[in-house]
């Protein structure tokens, strides 16, 4: 079936496809400055305009391989009210960071709220009436989160040239999809042109029974609570924890869980 769906899309939309996909590939840091004037070129190409952070959980800028930062270089986010990749605290107070933590899935939004492919309560909960009003720039945006390896997750938005515009339904139905495949290549590319070490221990493979008590442990069950509830022995909760420490070179039972977590042993704990 997804050969016949392939061939049925015409050669040239093919090419075209490919060809924007290699543009935003990144394999060294040489290469972030093409990258990122290519995907800058692909959004204003639909009247959109890009800003990225690759990491909402730090301060740290995107930059070429010279250190300049793209947002304001490439991007072209320098007007006065427009520089918002100069605002450290924008992670933890902005609505359109805090969404892609809630959410994996392409999204738009304007002061009505989140609107995507199904109904996301977390999304219902923020209000973007007042961030809206406060703005000076674009009333509405596409919405793209990229969740990387080790709990890391990136978010990019495009917004439309015309700040008049309030209503990007039918943008987000032509082109979101395609839009978060190049920007999850570019997003991912760079992270891994950028990174300068390793955050885990390569190839830490936990057991089943570790992968367990650390489940519980997230939650809150002490050992004994754990013991009871897997009818275990308390010794041997506290074999199977330290033991995942062990292979996740962790120095404590905070670590060992909150690394075991952004490998996706815990599964959603809520």
């Known amino acids: 079936m997804a050969e016949n769906f392939v061939d049925n899309i015409p050669r040239v939309g093919r090419e075209r496809f490919r ?14 400055r093409p990258a990122a004037e290519a995907i800058h070129e692909i959004a204003q190409s639909y009247n959109l305009r890009i800003a990225a952070s690759a990491d909402i959980s730090s301060k740290a800028h995107m ?7 793209l947002n304001k270089e490439v991007f072209g986010w320098v007007a006065e009210g427009e520089r ?8 933890l107070s902005s609505p359109l960071p805090r969404a892609c ?13 989140f609107h995507g492919h199904w109904k996301n309560e977390y999304l219902d909960e923020i209000d973007l009436k007042e961030y ?6 674009a009333l509405c945006g596409i919405l793209i989160p990229v969740h990387l390896p080790f709990g890391q997750i990136a978010a990019v938005s495009f917004s439309p040239i015309d ?9 987000y139905r032509l082109y979101s999809d395609f839009l978060g495949i190049v920007t999850a290549r570019f997003i991912t590319g760079y992270v891994l042109a950028m990174r300068e070490k390793h ?13 367990e008590c650390l489940h519980w442990a997230a939650i809150g069950k002490t050992d004994k609570e754990i013991s009871m509830i897997l009818s275990l022995s308390h010794a041997t909760i506290r ?32």
């Open 19 to 32: 060809k924007n996909l290699d543009s935003v590939t990144i394999t060294s840091p040489a290469e972030i």
């Open 63 to 69: 930059v070429d391989a010279d250190g300049e930062i």
């Open 84 to 91: 918002w990749w100069e605002d450290t605290r924008l992670a």
């Open 101 to 113: 933590r809630y959410e994996s899935e392409p999204m738009w939004c304007n002061t009505e709220g």
């Open 132 to 137: 809206y009003n406060q703005t000076t720039g």
């Open 163 to 171: 700040y008049s515009v309030t209503d990007l339904s039918e943008p």
């Open 199 to 211: 955050r885990m221990p390569a190839n830490c493979i936990l057991s089943k029974r570790e992968a």
């Open 239 to 270: 074999y199977h924890v330290n033991r995942a420490g062990t292979k996740l070179n962790s120095v404590n039972r905070g670590q060992t869980i909150f690394k075991a977590g952004q490998l996706g042993y815990l599964g959603a704990t809520d």
